[in-house]
Every structure is written in C-alpha cells, then in structure tokens.
C-alpha cells in the first residue's frame, strides 16, 4: 500500500514488529505459518492449497464486492483526508491501512460507523452467525483506531452477515484482554519462532507433510485429538513436552495441576482419552474403551449418507447406500442447477428410499457437517417435520462413535485417515470437500457437454466413495476391539 495511503495514528513511532488483524486471525488457525511467513516474506495465502480453498475465497470475494457496491457507503477517494470525516456520522468505506504506533498494530477496517468520532468497526462476512474470531476482529479494530475515538463509548462493533442481517456486537473487557494477549504472543512468536502444531488447518495447508512429519518425529503433543496450540503451551508450563511424559503423567495430578495453574482444566476423562491417544501412537496400534453394546447398530439394516453442499447455499449432491444383509444399493441424486428447485428435487428422492425402508440406522460420518447442513435444508424446504424427527432418532454418526470408544495411531481422523488406517484403499485421492464445491461449479459454468459429463462422473465417484467407505469401516468396527491393546472402559 502507498504510503499516502496509510493513516498514521499516536504521538510516537513504532519502532519495533507490526501485528496486522489479519496476523492474529492467521494466528488462531496456525502459528507456525506466521513464524515462517514473518521470517521467509512468503505470504500465508501462498502456503495454503489454492485448488482446495478456491471456491471459498472466491465465494468470499464476490460476496464482499457485492455487499460493497450495494451498500449507502461514503467510500473514501484517493488524496482524500480521512481524519475530517471521522467526527461525521458516515458509513465509511476506508481502503487504507491505519497503523497505531502506540501498540504497534495495523489494519484495513472494511467500513467504520462513525457516529460523530465513536468509531465503530463494521465487519462484511459471508457466514450466517457471529464467530468468536469475529468478536476478537472487531476488539482488534477497536484497539486500532482508538487515538482517533471522541468521547468515551462502550467499546462493540458490528458484523454484516451473508444472512444480510447486521449484527450489534458487545465487546467485553475479556475481549479486549485477549486480542491484548495474542498481539503479544505473535510478537514473541515472529521473535523467536514456534515449532510447527497440527490443527484442522492443517488440511489446507501445502506444508501439511513435513509438519507432520516433524511433529510425528518429536513426539508432538499436538498429535493427540483435543490438543492445539494453546493446551500445547499449558501441558509444557506443566512439564509435559511429549507424548510419552503425557502417558506417563498421573491423571488426577495432570488434572489437578492444569487447574490450579490456569483456572481451567479438561475433565479428567478427557485427560485419560489424551492419555490413551499417546499410547496408541506410542504401541502404532488402536486402543479400545468403550462398550461392546454399543455395537448393536452394525447389526440393523443402515442408511450411509454423505452430502455435498456448499455451507452459505445448497445441497446439491445426495449420496445414499443401503445396506440390508450383507448387500448395499447405492443412489446417487444430483442438482444439474444450484436453486432451490433442483435442491428440493434430490431431497424428495433421498425421502423417497428411506421411506421404504421399515427399520434402519441412519449413518453419517462427521456430526457438525451432514445432518446440520440437512436440517437447514429441511427448514428452508418445508419438508415434513415428523420424517425430520424419525430421522434424527435414527442417526448414528460413524465419527462420534469411534471418538467414544476408539483411539487409533493416527494424527487426524478424517474419513480419509480412518479408512486407509483400516484398510480401505480409494481409486482417486485428489478430491476433498472442498475441491468437489470448486469442480461442481466449473461444472455449472461449463457449456461443453463432453466436459460437463466427465466433471458430473468425477464427482459422483468421489461421493460414492465416501459412501464405500463409511460402509467399510461400519463393518470393520465390529470386530476391531479384538485386535486392540490396552485400555478398558473410562
């Protein structure tokens, strides 16, 4: 950004390390990329998987242009002074970085209300309900443009939703303490570096395999389900460095410690499963805890159901396997155009095979992705609400179960990490979620039917290949307790 363009605002100079907003919420999801980006100069956007988050940050940015040139903003010229209109009651559209040189803090707000020098921060989002990230931006921001703030107004801000609704957000002297907390730590970060942690983010990320690696070769704590970056710190405050002092720690002592250092601490049955993850790694074998009778679902006849949808529209891809003795009948039903039309047509046909089905399991794997996203629909459809309930009644996520009972020798449990771990081997590993969305509008946009056919086949082979595996590893939980070590009921 040109210097002109940028908004100086305090009595000094910083003189020490920048923290931009968009610093701390790369921070929250890996502060390993920030370390490296700050030391290498190569952007955060260049070490993500462009071809996986393609349809999302293209979605992002036609959604934000729009709310832009929809929106009664005072967009600020180039050259023009800023200060002057801040006192003013303008929705301001300001595309400059202003830069606190009392906190050593930058950003580019995407509007400001300004309401006569009160300085509130409107934030554009393409989700449909305020996040804790959201809450922490919008305490950034004000933090940011705080010498410049008349008077003395409760500190909020506001968030534009991709619902359309605009949402006031109360910020809390913990808000304000926290983003107070993360600048410093990215500080500390930038100085003297991070060793790398695994996360959800991980999946996006092009420098996933050598993470993974180097963590799995250290012993990283972040390798157990539960563990991120900040329970990482507090295990090593605590003495805890690896996974084999977490195996051998005393789980009342572990527990006890946690919560008289910080305040807070997992339950002691979640300590015990961390426990139980650090000897799966440590023995390369699955560790069992849970309860044999809980089985029984393998026994009934089930429906396996994986969706593809895009989160802030439509499903547009059903994916059913019926399973009844021993055989399975898949059905796939597929929206040729992404409307409401087309969405309530696959719906119709997906209530149609399990209608005529007298009992059955519903079986999905991820609980916060599949059935979520089927609700929405089912409202936003008007679909009957007693079948909705017969459904939820039914369901069983595949996910869910093996976290309450299983722990493998594995860093993730992704369908992908779970069916390969047992055995399942797909025919084509390139395509993830988020890939599909990107493939599935290429398709809408592609005029050559020859092309078209050979996108709408790939996707429906990457479907019934979730399918395949759900199935899969549904039946090979049955008999996976005996070849497990260790563990016994928690």
């Known amino acids: 950004m040109k210097k002109r363009d940028t908004v100086n605002l305090g ?261 015990k499963k961390m426990q139980l993850h650090a000897f799966s790694l440590i023995a390369r074998k699955p560790v069992f805890f849970g309860d044999l009778d809980s089985f029984g679902f393998a026994e009934e006849p089930s429906v396996i159901l994986d969706l593809e949808y895009d989160p802030a529209s439509y499903i547009w891809l059903v994916g059913l396997c019926v399973k009844d003795d021993g055989a399975e009948e898949y059905h796939q039903y597929f929206a040729e155009r992404y409307t409401m039309v087309e969405e309530r047509r696959i719906l119709t046909f997906m209530i149609e095979v399990i209608e005529r089905m007298k009992r059955y399991v519903l079986v999905t794997f991820g609980a916060s992705a599949d059935m979520p996203q089927l609700r929405k629909a089912w409202n936003r459809q008007g679909l009957p609400p007693n079948l909705w309930s017969s459904l939820e009644e039914n369901h069983m996520d595949l996910y869910t179960f093996i976290l309450r009972n299983f722990r493998f020798p594995l860093a993730s449990y992704s369908l992908k990490d779970i069916e390969s771990f047992l055995g399942f081997q797909r025919k084509n590993e390139r395509i993830d979620g988020l890939l599909a969305l990107a493939m599935y509008r290429q398709y809408l946009r592609q005029k050559n039917d020859r092309k078209r056919a050979a996108l709408k086949e790939e996707l429906l082979n990457y479907n019934k290949e979730d399918l395949q595996a759900t199935a899969f590893i549904t039946d090979r939980l049955r008999d996976l307790p005996k070849e497990c070590v260790g563990g016994g009921p928690i």
């Open 11 to 271: 009595n000094r100079r910083w003189r020490g390390i920048w923290i931009s907003k968009n610093d701390m919420v790369e921070f929250l999801r890996c502060p390993y990329r920030v370390y490296l980006s700050y030391t290498t100069g190569i952007p955060i956007g260049e070490m993500k998987d462009a071809q996986a988050i393609g349809a999302i940050l293209e979605r992002g940015i036609r959604f934000e242009s729009s709310v832009i040139s929809e929106g009664q903003f005072k967009e600020v010229r180039s050259g023009e002074a800023v200060e002057p209109l801040l006192s003013q009651n303008f929705m301001l559209r300001v595309p400059r970085l202003f830069r606190n040189h009392e906190l050593g803090i930058q950003g580019i707000p995407d509007v400001i209300d300004t309401r006569r020098g009160k300085l509130y921060s409107i934030e554009i989002k393409m989700h449909k309900e305020v996040t804790e990230c959201d809450r922490l931006e919008l305490a950034f921001y004000w933090m940011l443009l705080s010498p410049l703030r008349k008077g003395n107004p409760k500190p909020k801000g506001y968030v534009l939703l991709g619902s359309g609704e605009t949402v006031e957000v109360s910020l809390t002297r913990d808000h304000l303490f926290e983003v107070d907390w993360l600048i410093e730590e990215i500080r500390e970060v930038k100085r003297n570096g991070v060793q790398p942690v695994l996360s959800q983010e991980c999946k996006l990320c092009t420098l996933m395999e050598n993470c993974r690696r180097e963590v799995s070769e250290k012993g990283g704590l972040s390798l157990i389900h539960g563990i991120a970056y900040v329970r990482e710190q507090q295990l090593e405050w605590l003495g805890i460095e690896n996974i084999s002092a977490l195996a051998r720690a005393n789980a009342l002592q572990l527990h006890e410690g946690w919560l008289s250092r910080f305040g807070i601490s997992p339950g002691l049955n979640e300590i």
